[in-house]
């Protein structure tokens, strides 16, 4: 039996950590969350643990600006 998913999903199912045996359908009010932001937030929650008060007291205003645009 052919496959019954198109391969142009393929591609986007490698955006997300989901494991291989589980079709995921819920990605609008909670939900895997692609790779890249995934790794981008885990790369920001690195930058909090090594230097919370640099992160916290000092650039978290122009973080969350940046976030919001």
């Not at 885990?42 to 008060?53: G, K, N, S, Y």
């Amino acid at each position: 039996m052919k496959d019954a998913q198109p391969s142009r999903h393929g591609s986007y199912r490698k955006l997300f950590l989901l494991r291989d045996d589980v079709i995921f359908l819920n990605h609008g009010s909670f939900g895997a969350c692609p790779r890249p932001v995934f790794e981008h937030f885990q790369a920001r929650q690195r930058e909090l643990e090594a230097e919370p008060v640099e992160f916290l007291g000092r650039r978290f205003t122009q973080l969350m600006n940046e976030a919001r645009r």
